[in-house]
C-alpha cells in the first residue's frame, strides 16, 4: 500500500522560499515518476514540476527558473524548494507519484499541505 505525506507548507512573505517535503511509504519508490502539483481557490490542479527517476525535470512555465523539484530514492523522499514565492503561488501542494504497468497509469497522492505568500 502506497501513501504519501507532505510537510513544510506554511505562510511566507512574497520573494520569501519555502521546502516542502514529501515521505513515500511502499516499496520500489525508484520505479515511480513523482511530482508536485498545486490547486489555488476556486482552479483547477495543476502540475508545478515533476520528474521520472533518472529523466530530466519538467517545470510548469509559471515556476521556471524559481521552483526545483528533487528526490532522494535511498530516503524515498521528494522535495519541492521554492524560491522567489508570488502572490499566485498560494494553494494547496500535493506530492504524486505514478507507477507504470505498460500504457496503465496507477497515481497516489498526498493529503496536501498549505502554501499562502501574501505580506
Known amino acids: 500500500q502506497v501513501q504519501l505525506m507532505e510537510s513544510g507548507g506554511g505562510l511566507v512573505q512574497p520573494g520569501g522560499s519555502l521546502r516542502l517535503s514529501c515521505v513515500f511509504s511502499?516499496?520500489?519508490?525508484?520505479?515511480?515518476?513523482v511530482g508536485w502539483y498545486r490547486q489555488a481557490p476556486g482552479k483547477q490542479r495543476e502540475l508545478v514540476a515533476n520528474?521520472?527517476?533518472?529523466?530530466?525535470?519538467n517545470y510548469a512555465d509559471a515556476v521556471k527558473g524559481r521552483f526545483t523539484i528533487s528526490r532522494d530514492n535511498a530516503k524515498k523522499m521528494m522535495y519541492l524548494q521554492m524560491n522567489s514565492l508570488k502572490a499566485e503561488d498560494t494553494g494547496v501542494y500535493y506530492c504524486?507519484?505514478?507507477?507504470?504497468?505498460?500504457?496503465?497509469?496507477?497515481?497516489?497522492w498526498g493529503q496536501g499541505t498549505q502554501v499562502t505568500v501574501s505580506s
Open positions: 504524486n507519484a505514478v507507477f507504470w504497468i505498460t500504457s496503465l497509469r496507477y497515481d497516489y
Open positions: 520528474m521520472a527517476s533518472g529523466d530530466n525535470p
Open positions: 511502499g516499496s520500489a519508490f525508484n520505479r515511480y515518476d
